[in-house]
């Protein structure tokens, strides 16, 4: 029998059993569908995870006070306050890997512009933050070293804070009120989204001169963190040494004291963050291709079946001059079949529950189109793999024997 | 039986001179549990082409195993088995496939038509295995049903048949690669009176156009409508004889009632 009639034959078998053969594919269906929206889903989460740590600048450092260890109790972090604006300065001059260090503070302030206002977080630094953390300028441009030195009360906005307080109009030079403080605006930022972690609004900020904060707003000397630049990537790892060594030494700590600064490295985020993408990847990846194996036996079951039943049938194709080689392709081709469409199928289900699951909740969804090609492939080996039992079974069957089943 | 041993098996050309089935010494034997069976103690026999045989007999009494060889769908455990001068006995699997396809035809007693497929489908059904092209298939078909009387009934299911217009479904199945033989097991077992006869009527159509016919029954009125009768007794032959004046189905069809009388 010839490949074309063989595959018309195939279709008109399930097409005779419609019910049967969809809830047959309905194994891999949802194997294939959970395989891509899994991939999907996963791969997104990754790709957008590594764009937002990318966008933070990948070889930086994030230095911060440490917690205060109280009788044995840790108190959160950003309480310590031995992190001071000396130690910024001495991470420049003093570690070859870092090319650059912005020391901030910060505190939440309500904001006032006319009849407008809006609470949200006062970052206080120095005009290489923007640079240190790769981030453009909308309008307007920075506050100046001047400014820095002399606590002026000038201020550059995030992208949320400007869209609460001007809507569309320009604030470059306006007058807003933090707390009680008037506070001159220069500069915009352009929207930044939301951080890789904790999903926060980055764009909900307000970043002054450190002094300004320091002095005006906080009243305390000391810094709660320091955003350092390696020379590469490659290098945030030394310089991460550099700077623990450094910090240790001009805090005065004894070998065996825990350090009361925490440095966290933004590629070390970057690998686990990637890393977590992939482990999740590869368990969903496996509840699927369970999902795919039980569908297979979904078909092993269901072929089975129909051998059964359709023995009398394989007797008369044989009398009229079947091959065991024919008989097997039939059935080998109504696995293939099933295969076929239930993986397109499935395809559809999968990139269609991947697009609703991105609509739906927000989550970025990228399909590769080898998880589609992969997935598909895997549904018709699973197929043909399973049915080439019953297959082989229909072919081994007596033909006096078939001809005279009831 | 000196011409069999005349014979050689390979290149054999059909001539009038050479049987179209020639079985000697015949020998079946099956394994039924701790027994073993003798379906067959040595039948000998050799049939011509364009004879018209009924073969008879009791249940248990070897016809069905015979009709089995003889339609290569079972290999007897020896003797030998000549069909158009070839050694049937001696071929593999596949090649048995391939003369069931090309040289026999199976008419069965329960029709053994493939439900929900047309009366075409079920006719073009032995060509889909000797890879004829689509439209040769149908036209192939079409003719063959129309051989039959039912070029009208081609589009229908089998459910949409009476009984006798299935059965002549079937007998265009058989005709439709053009066998040598035409091997028919009780076809009119599950008709009634008119209807069998209307199959004979078919069969004795057929067999005077040349086709050699052999067919299995228990009736026999139907044995009368061929022209040679072998009875069979405990896996032997226990009778060949010629039928005198067979009985002519088309004249005998009129002396019946119609159904709707």
């Known amino acids: ?406 | 039986m000196a011409t069999v041993n005349s014979v050689t098996t390979s290149n054999a050309v059909q001539t009038s001179s050479v049987p179209l089935v020639e079985v000697h010494e015949l020998r079946k034997n099956y394994q039924l549990g701790e027994t073993e069976v003798h379906a067959l103690r040595g039948v000998s026999v050799s049939i011509e082409p364009g004879d018209f045989v009924a073969i008879m007999g009791a249940s248990g009494s070897g016809k069905s195993t015979f009709m089995n060889i003889l339609g290569c769908l079972d290999k007897p455990t020896s003797g030998r088995y000549l069909l158009e001068g070839v050694d049937v006995s001696a071929l593999t699997k596949k090649q048995l496939a391939r003369i069931r396809n090309q040289k026999i035809g199976f008419v069965f007693q329960g029709f053994n038509l493939l439900g929900r497929t047309t009366a075409l489908e079920n006719t073009e059904l032995p060509m889909l295995y000797s890879r004829t092209n689509k439209n040769d298939r149908e036209r192939r078909a079409r003719e063959a049903l129309a051989q039959v009387g039912l070029a009208d009934r081609a589009d229908h299911f089998p459910s949409q048949l009476s009984g006798g217009q299935q059965q002549r479904v079937a007998i265009a199945r058989a005709l439709v690669n053009q066998p040598l033989i035409l091997l028919a097991d009780e076809p009119t077992g599950n008709l009634d009176s008119r209807t069998s006869v209307e199959v004979m009527e078919i069969f004795q159509r057929l067999n005077a156009n040349g086709l050699t016919i052999i067919l299995v029954t228990h009736e026999p009125d139907i044995a009368q409508f061929t022209k040679r009768e072998i009875v069979f007794r405990d896996g032997q032959i226990k009778r060949d004889d010629v039928v005198k004046v067979p009985h002519m189905a088309s004249e005998v069809l009129k002396t019946m009632p119609t159904i709707r009388d």
């Open chain 1, 1 to 406: 029998m010839d490949f074309s009639s063989a595959f018309v034959l195939a279709l008109r078998a399930l097409g005779r059993n419609k019910m049967r053969s969809s809830l047959t594919m309905l194994g891999l269906i949802i194997g294939v569908g959970a395989v891509i929206a899994v991939i999907g889903i996963g791969q997104g989460a990754a790709s957008k995870a590594q764009e937002q740590l990318a966008a933070m600048g990948s070889n930086m450092l994030f230095v911060g006070s440490g917690s205060v260890n109280r009788y044995g109790l840790h108190v959160g972090s950003f309480q310590t306050k031995s992190l001071v604006l000396a130690d910024a300065r001495a991470i420049v001059r003093d570690c070859p890997s870092v090319s650059a260090a912005a020391p901030g503070t910060g505190t939440g302030q309500q904001v006032v512009y006319g009849n407008e206002n809006w609470a949200t977080q006062i970052t206080g630094t120095e005009p290489q933050y923007f640079e240190v953390r790769n981030w453009p300028f909308a309008s307007g441009t920075s506050f100046s070293e001047d400014d820095v030195t002399q606590a002026a009360t000038v201020a550059v906005l995030g992208d949320t804070v400007r869209k609460y307080l001007f809507g569309s109009s320009n604030p470059i030079g306006e007058t807003i009120r933090i707390g009680t403080l008037p506070f001159k605006v220069v500069g915009v930022l352009t929207p930044k989204g939301t951080s890789a972690g904790s999903n926060q609004d980055q764009d909900d900020v307000i970043i002054a001169p450190l002094t300004t904060v320091q002095k005006k707003l906080l009243g305390q000397e000391w810094l709660r963190w320091i955003m350092v630049s390696a020379v590469s990537r490659q290098a945030s790892y030394v310089a991460q040494q550099q700077v623990e060594s450094l910090l240790r030494d001009r805090h005065k700590i004894r070998s065996g004291d825990p350090d009361d600064f925490v440095v966290r490295n933004l590629a070390d985020m970057a690998d686990a963050a990637a890393e977590q993408g992939t482990v999740m990847t590869v368990l969903l990846t496996i509840v699927a291709s369970i999902a795919l194996l039980v569908g297979g036996i979904g078909i092993m079951n269901i072929m089975l079946v129909s051998v059964t039943e359709r023995t009398r049938e394989i007797g008369v194709r044989m009398a009229v001059g079947a091959t065991e080689e024919d008989v097997r392709l039939q059935f080998l081709i109504e696995a293939l079949v099933l295969g076929l469409i239930g993986g397109t199928i499935g395809v559809i289900f999968g990139v269609a529950s991947s697009l609703a699951v991105s609509q739906g909740l927000g989550w970025p969804v990228r399909i590769p189109p080898y998880a589609i090609v992969v997935s598909t492939l895997f549904a018709i080996t699973i197929a043909l793999f399973f049915g080439f039992y019953p297959a082989r079974r229909a072919s081994q069957l007596n033909p006096i024997e078939a001809l005279r089943y009831e």
